[in-house]
């Protein structure tokens, strides 16, 4: 063989070298990649604590020392097979809402309002939605971005201020959680729920 094609031979062994290479996992990249995922999902859980999401999405029970969020349901909304009777009428003063057992349904004079199932169910959660989806729906205030009002007890207004982050790890956290098949009711307006 002459030199020619000894270094042609040469070259093109190196460069299918050169292009395996490129298209092989990197271990390192990987370890980072699922480290800085394990830390996203980490402080998404550190913030659903502390900013009470558990407090609404989680049903509540009885339990030996008075009510506590039932966890076996951990973020599912208002129980779907849970009927709620017409909420109790306020006389006119100072008292404003009424507050199921569950402390997932809510009355005041925006009507009803069930919390929703935050777990990342496909059918009844979370589960097909996007980060983006996620982002606008605490952004704006708005299911989705674009739909029907989040009404109270959501607090909105100081949720809007999570920083983009915030929120991304958030999502993370709740992707990573139990999905749990749970239907919650869509809200009643005023009218609806004074005829109830």
């Given at each position: 063989m002459?030199?020619s ?16 290479l ?15 995922d ?5 402080r ?11 407090d ?25 097979q849970?009927d709620?009777?017409p909420a ?16 997932t ?14 777990t ?6 979370l589960?097909k939605?996007?980060v ?11 299911r989705?971005?674009?739909?029907r009002?989040?009404?109270p ?13 915030d ?27 004074a005829?109830?």
């Amino acid at each position: 063989m002459n030199r020619s094609r000894i270094a042609m031979t040469s070259h093109a062994a190196l460069a299918a070298a050169l292009v395996a290479l490129a298209g092989a996992p990197n271990p390192a990249a990987a370890t980072d990649g699922a480290k800085s995922d394990a830390e996203r999902i980490a402080r998404g859980k550190y913030l659903v604590t502390v900013a009470g999401c558990n407090d609404c999405h989680t049903p509540w029970k009885m339990g030996p020392n008075g009510p506590e969020p039932d966890m076996s349901r951990m973020l599912s909304g208002h129980p779907e097979q849970l009927d709620m009777p017409p909420a109790p009428k306020l006389s006119q003063g100072p008292w404003l809402v009424t507050v199921g057992a569950t402390n997932t349904a809510w009355s005041g004079p925006w009507g009803v309002s069930f919390t929703a199932n935050l777990t990342p169910d496909g059918e009844t959660g979370l589960g097909k939605w996007t980060v983006r989806t996620f982002k606008d729906t605490i952004r704006t205030g708005r299911r989705m971005g674009r739909g029907r009002a989040i009404l109270p007890p959501m607090p909105i207004p100081m949720y809007k201020n999570f920083t983009d982050a915030d929120l991304e790890a958030i999502f993370a956290y709740l992707q990573s959680i139990p999905a749990v098949k749970n239907r919650v009711p869509e809200p009643l307006a005023p009218a609806v729920a004074a005829a109830n």
